[in-house]
T-cell receptor, first 113, second 110 residues
Framework: NAGVTQTPKFQVLKTGQSMTLQCAQD?????MYWYRQDPGMGLRLIYY???????DKGEVPNGYNVSRLNKREFSLRLESAAPSQTSVYFC????????????FGSGTQLSVL | EDQVTQSPEALRLQEGESSSLNCSYT??????LFWYRQDPGKGPEFLFT???AGEEKEKERLKATLTKKESFLHITAPKPEDSATYLC???????????FGSGTRLLVRP
């Protein structure tokens, strides 16, 4: 039972480069999320998808785009990476909203030089 | 503004020394308060959900409680393996968002 799978685990980019972080869940969850985690700031929501076919901005969406490819997959794209995007990125999913708990992937550590 | 604040930022305990972590919140329409444990280099792992004031939940040495303004995570007789960062998060009415606190880093020394 894989749960939430994120790739890659580590990535180093140069300023201006682009990349896509991949996330897939095998729990048939409707909602999926992208968070970034920075020291002392906790987890901040970048984008979320309440259900297949919908996406919404979170707290810190600037510089990112997302695609809910299907019910299982939710990708995060950095079009032109900046040093301020150096962070640990977590994908998460849950069955619905409100009372439901989140299941997290193991994270992607991204450094932008 | 919706906000979640955790204290202390860091806590060092001796093995067996009980203590409490605090999570205070100001949100409109609380639907659930969640506690997560995060080990270094890993994603957060779910511990508890609390739905209404007065509710309590327990798991091994951990006990979570909820009031209308805050939640406590009580750790009784902790062991070194309880060392981790503990995160709380709140879910709100008609929203798919969760707001996380910045966490409490717990270190339990043998």
């Amino acid at each position: 039972n894989a749960g939430v799978t994120q790739t890659p685990k580590f990535q180093v980019l140069k300023t201006g480069q682009s990349m896509t972080l991949q996330c897939a869940q095998d729990m048939n969850h409707n909602s999926m999320y992208w968070y970034r985690q920075d020291p002392g700031m906790g987890l901040r929501l970048i984008y979320y998808s309440a259900s297949e076919g919908t996406t919404d901005k979170g707290e810190v969406p600037n510089g990112y785009n997302v695609s809910r490819l299907n019910k299982r997959e939710f990708s995060l794209r950095l079009e032109s990476a900046a040093p301020s995007q150096t962070s640990v990125y977590f994908c998460a999913s849950r069955r619905a909203g409100g009372f439901e708990k989140l299941f997290f992937g193991s994270g992607t550590q991204l450094s932008v030089l | 503004e919706d906000q979640v604040t955790q204290s202390p930022e860091a806590l060092r305990l001796q093995e067996g020394e009980s203590s409490s972590l605090n999570c205070s919140y100001t949100v409109s329409g609380l639907r659930g308060l969640f506690w997560y444990r995060q080990d270094p280099g890993k994603g957060p792992e779910f511990l508890f959900t609390l739905y209404s004031a007065g509710e309590e939940k327990e798991k091994e040495r951990l006990k979570a409680t909820l009031t209308k303004k805050e939640s406590f995570l009580h750790i009784t007789a902790p062991k070194p393996e309880d060392s981790a960062t503990y995160l709380c998060a709140v879910g709100m009415d008609s929203s798919y968002k969760l707001i996380f606190g910045s966490g409490t880093r717990l270190l339990v020394r043998p």
